[in-house]
T-cell receptor
Framework: ETGVTQTPRHLVMGMTNKKSLKCEQH?????MYWYKQSAKKPLELMFV???????ENNSVPSRFSPECPNSSHLFLHLHTLQPEDSALYLC???????????FGDGTRLSIL | SQQGEEDPQALSIQEGENATMNCSYK?????LQWYRQNSGRGLVHLIL?????REKHSGRLRVTLDTSKKSSSLLITASRAADTASYFC???????????FGAGTRLFVKA
């Protein structure tokens, strides 16, 4: 139990679907992150939120839309995804940015 | 751009042997971290070493940092089958919000 919970664990969707990934942390942290992990590629940072404000948007396509309604919850809204978006999406949190991060177990996303 | 790069990409050893993984990076850093990832799970933080530190220990883990060479190493002593995982180094650039991960070293420890 890492204190960071991601749902769903697996998601299969068509390219025209709209879905959302959810992340919840129970650690009282102030920073939250979305990462994309593809096979044989380094972990790619997508978004960083600090105190519910987005402080980093790492050139992510607009078909990925993050939302941080409060410091404990982070969402990634998905719309009109492409097959190359199939990957493991990891959420993490830390006390503040640039401190050790606690990761959830990810959502395995498959785009048909 | 990718900051940390691990070497080797994969490592296979016998239980009881030591495992050494290396990480190189390109720009100035505040700190360097090592993480482990078991198959199908998220990353787990192992150890953080600051830019003004040269060596750090945690249990069977020993991390070194050479800022002049922009490199770090992770040594796992007396390895166990349960150490089988991927290991990643991660660096943060000074003044930024990003922690940048390398591609990782896959370690396989044979029982």
């Amino acid at each position: 139990e890492t204190g960071v919970t991601q749902t769903p664990r697996h998601l299969v969707m068509g390219m025209t679907n709209k879905k959302s990934l959810k992340c919840e942390q129970h650690l009282g942290h102030n920073a939250m992150y979305w990462y994309k992990q593809s096979a044989k590629k380094p972990l790619e940072l997508m978004f960083v939120y600090s105190l519910e404000e987005r402080v980093e948007n790492n050139s992510v396509p607009s078909r990925f839309s993050p939302e941080c309604p409060n410091s404990s919850h982070l969402f990634l809204h998905l719309h009109t995804l492409q097959p190359e978006d199939s990957a493991l999406y990891l959420c993490a949190s830390s006390q503040v940015t640039n401190q050790p991060q606690h990761f959830g177990d990810g959502t395995r996303l498959s785009i048909l | 751009s990718q900051q940390g790069e691990e070497d080797p990409q994969a490592l296979s050893i016998q239980e009881g042997e030591n495992a050494t993984m290396n990480c190189s990076y390109k720009t100035s850093i505040n700190n360097l971290q090592w993480y482990r990832q078991n198959s199908g799970r998220g990353l787990v933080h192992l150890i953080l070493i600051r830019s003004n530190e040269r060596e750090k220990h945690s249990g069977r883990l020993r991390v070194t940092l050479d800022t002049s060479k922009k490199s770090s190493s992770l040594l796992i002593t007396a390895s166990r089958a349960a150490d089988t995982a991927s290991y990643f180094c991660a660096t943060d650039n000074t003044g930024g919000f990003k922690t940048i991960f390398g591609a990782g070293t896959r370690l396989f420890v044979k029982a």
